[in-house]
């Protein structure tokens, strides 16, 4: 079986392509389970991604966002190679 390659899932409210930004597998669970709150309240949240980068992100802007776990190949912010 593979290595969980965990990924934040942002669809933005106004359409187009999903942005996906990798995560460390550790504290992806708990941004996951923040996720609800996040996008009901529009809230600003810093993300760490998996290369140690720090994203903020105004969810106000966000439609949908959730955990994925991405096991395909695919172009991932914060990611290399």
């Known amino acids: 079986m593979a290595d969980p390659k965990p990924a934040l899932v942002l669809h933005l409210a106004t359409g187009g392509e999903p942005l996906l ?4 597998a550790e504290g992806s669970a708990e941004l996951a389970g923040k996720l609800a709150q996040l996008v009901r309240t529009g809230a600003v949240e810093t ?11 105004n969810f106000a ?3 949908a ?4 776990d991405l096991t395909r190949k ?3 912010f914060g990611m290399h190679g």
Request: aromatic letters at 8%; proline letters at 0%.
């Open 61 to 63: 802007h966000v439609a």
């Open 47 to 57: 993300v760490t991604t998996k290369d140690h980068s720090e994203v903020a992100i």
């Open 65 to 68: 966002a959730y955990v994925d």
């Open 21 to 24: 930004f990798a995560l460390k």
């Open 74 to 76: 695919t172009t991932v």
